[in-house]
C-alpha cells in the first residue's frame, strides 16, 4: 500500500532552518510528482511547494519562494523540503501528497512551529 512518511519538523527560531523529509513506498516513486503542503491552525491546508517526476521542474508558493526549496531522491524514495529563513507564519503541519490515478495520499504530517 501507498505510504508517505514524513519527518524533520521541530522548533526552531525566526530566522533558523529546517529540513524536512518524505520517504515513500508502495508506488513507483521515480515516475510521479510529488508535493508539499502545510495547515496551520484555523486554515486550510495549502501547497507550498510541488517537485515533477524527474526533479527538473518545480513550483512554490509566493510567500516561501527564495527561502524554500523542494528536492528529490529517486534513488531513496525520498522527497525533501529545504526551508531556511522561517518566520512565525510558517507554523503549521507540513505533508506530503501524491496523487497516483486520480487518488490522493498524505502522511501523517510533521509539526514546525518557529517561535523565539
Known amino acids: 500500500q501507498v505510504q508517505l512518511v514524513e519527518s524533520g519538523g521541530g522548533l526552531v527560531q525566526p530566522g533558523g532552518s529546517l529540513r524536512l523529509s518524505c520517504a515513500a513506498s508502495g508506488f513507483t516513486f521515480r515516475t510521479y510528482g510529488l508535493s508539499w503542503y502545510r495547515q496551520a491552525p484555523g486554515k486550510e491546508r495549502e501547497m507550498v511547494a510541488a517537485?515533477?517526476?524527474?526533479?527538473?521542474?518545480?513550483n512554490y508558493k509566493d510567500s516561501v519562494k527564495g527561502r524554500f526549496t523542494i528536492s528529490r531522491d529517486n534513488a531513496k524514495n525520498t522527497v525533501y523540503l529545504q526551508m531556511n529563513s522561517l518566520k512565525p507564519e510558517d507554523t503549521a503541519v507540513y505533508y506530503c501528497?501524491?496523487?497516483?490515478?486520480?487518488?490522493?495520499?498524505w502522511g501523517q504530517g510533521t509539526q514546525v512551529t518557529i517561535s523565539s
Open positions: 517537485i515533477s517526476a524527474s526533479g527538473y521542474s518545480s
Open positions: 501528497h501524491v496523487v497516483l490515478s486520480g487518488q490522493g495520499y
